[in-house]
């Protein structure tokens, strides 16, 4: 008999919390705003873990950003 193997897609807010090492209350109100991808189910939050990880890629700057950035604030002009 084979026995189906179930991956978890939706987590709990103290889930994403630990997952992303940030306080609960922050994905709380991320959430609540909508900065965050999120499902309200009555009074339960769950985030679909793959759009968090495209969401938080969608964040990425890239390292040309983060140099010009560092030159301007460098020379004074940050």
């Known amino acids: 008999m084979e026995q189906t193997t179930i991956q978890q897609k939706y987590f709990s807010v103290k889930e994403i919390s630990q ?22 189910i009555g009074r ?3 985030f679909d873990i793959q759009d968090i990880d495209q969401h938080l890629s969608s964040l990425k700057r890239n390292t ?7 030159n301007l604030i460098a020379q004074g002009h940050g």
């Open 44 to 46: 339960k939050i769950l």
């Open 64 to 70: 040309n950003q983060i140099e010009d950035t560092s």
């Open 19 to 40: 997952y992303l090492g940030m306080p609960s209350s922050t994905l709380y109100e991320w959430a609540a705003e909508g900065k965050i991808p999120s499902i309200k």
